[in-house]
C-alpha cells in the first residue's frame, strides 16, 4: 500500500491529483464500511399495507372472518412457490403411502402460494356461514361466493392500487385451469384392491363483471369446488385450520409452504422435518441445495408468525424443528 501512495506522489499535475484524491476517497469508504455493523437476516415478512387495520366502512366486513385453511391439503404445495416461473402445462406429483396426489396446471400457468389467499379466503367464508347455519343464525351456504374485489384485496391484506385489480382476475384464470388429482387405493368388500381417482379444479369457475373502459372491476362470483364445499358442509367439524392474519405478510413462497406445515403438523406443540422431504413436499424445480439455502435464510430471519424455526442434525441430514412460539422451553 504505501508502495502504492508513493507511486501516486510521483505522478504530477492534475491527472496525479486526481488519482489521489480519488484513492483517498476509496480508502475512507472502506474505513466507513469497516466501522458499520454486520447486516442483520433479511426478513421474511412484508410491511403491512397503507390503512391495512382500517376498516372500509363502505363493503361488507367479509374481510374480517377468521382466515382458514383446508387440513387435508396443508402439508403438501398444491400451487408453485415461485413469483417467476409460470410453469404453464407443468405438473407436480406427490407420492403417498396409498396413492398419489397431482397437481396439473394449464394454459395460464399453475396456480401460485399467492393466488391461493382467494381459496383461504373463500374457505374463511363458507366455514364462517356454517357456523352461523349450524347455530341457526343463517340459511345453508351455496357453493357460489360472491366478494367484492376490495373485500379480497383487504382480506389478503394487499394494496387497492389498480394493478391488483387486474392481478385477481389472471389469479381466478390459474385457479380453475390449475387441477387437483388424487388417486387412492382401498380395500374392496370382496376383498380385492380398487383404485380410485378424482380430480377437480382450485376452483370451478368465475364471472368478473367490469367496465370495459377502464377495467374496473364491478363484481365477482366464484364457484366452489364440489371438494372444498364438501369438506365443510358436511359433518359437525370442518376439516380447516385457522391461519394467523399475518400468514398474508410472509413474503417468500417456501415461507409460506412452511407455516401452512407448521400449522398442520405443529399445531400448539412442535414438530421437525427432515429438509429433503420438504424439498419433495414443496414441489419447487429448483435443486435440494437451492432450496436448502433459502430454508436456511428463513430459519436465520425467524420471523414467521406462531412458530420458531431452528435447524438441528440428523442422521441422513438436517433437519427443521417447527415450534409454536406458545411452547415453554422444557415443554414437550
Request: hydrophobic content about 35%; overall charge neutral.
Amino acid at each position: 500500500m504505501a508502495s502504492f501512495e508513493h507511486d501516486l506522489k510521483q505522478i504530477g499535475g492534475a491527472l496525479g491529483e486526481s488519482l489521489q484524491k480519488l484513492h483517498e476517497n476509496i480508502q475512507r469508504t472502506k474505513a466507513s464500511k469497516a466501522d458499520e455493523p454486520p447486516a442483520g437476516p433479511a426478513p421474511s415478512m412484508r410491511p403491512p399495507p397503507d390503512g391495512d387495520a382500517q376498516p372500509d366502512l363502505f363493503v361488507p366486513a367479509l374481510y374480517d372472518v377468521a382466515t382458514k385453511d383446508s387440513r387435508s391439503i396443508m402439508d403438501v404445495a398444491v400451487f408453485r412457490l415461485s413469483k417467476k416461473e409460470k410453469r404453464a402445462g407443468d405438473a407436480i406429483r406427490y407420492e403417498l403411502p396409498d396413492g398419489y396426489v397431482e397437481v396439473a396446471a394449464g394454459h395460464y400457468g399453475m396456480a401460485s402460494v399467492w393466488d391461493y389467499d382467494i381459496i383461504l379466503m373463500m374457505i374463511s367464508h363458507f366455514t364462517e356461514a356454517m357456523n352461523r347455519h349450524r347455530e341457526g343464525r343463517g340459511p345453508l351456504p351455496g357453493r357460489q361466493f360472491r366478494p367484492y374485489i376490495s373485500e379480497i384485496l383487504k382480506f389478503c391484506r394487499r394494496s387497492d392500487g389498480g394493478r391488483q385489480y387486474q392481478e385477481v382476475e389472471a389469479a381466478l384464470d390459474r385457479l380453475k385451469t390449475t387441477t387437483l388429482k388424487v388417486v387412492r387405493t382401498e380395500k374392496g368388500r370382496n376383498g380385492r384392491t380398487l383404485r380410485k381417482a378424482t380430480a377437480e379444479g382450485l376452483i370451478d369457475n368465475y364471472e368478473v363483471v367490469s367496465y370495459a373502459d377502464n377495467g374496473h372491476v364491478l363484481s365477482v362470483m366464484i364457484h366452489a369446488p364440489e371438494w372444498l364445499y364438501r369438506e365443510i358442509t358436511e359433518g359437525r367439524n370442518p376439516n380447516v385450520l385457522t391461519v394467523h392474519p399475518d400468514y398474508f405478510l410472509i413474503d417468500a413462497g417456501i415461507g409460506r409452504f412452511i407455516y401452512r406445515l407448521a400449522r398442520r403438523s405443529a399445531g400448539k406443540t412442535r414438530s421437525k422435518w427432515s429438509y429433503r422431504l420438504l424439498y419433495e413436499r414443496s414441489g419447487s424445480t429448483g435443486t435440494l441445495k437451492k432450496f436448502t439455502e433459502n430454508l436456511r435464510k428463513l430459519v436465520t430471519a425467524n420471523d414467521l408468525p406462531e412458530y420458531t424455526l431452528q435447524e438441528e442434525p440428523g442422521q441422513d441430514g438436517p433437519l427443521l424443528v417447527m415450534e409454536n412460539r406458545e411452547v415453554a422451553p422444557d415443554g414437550p
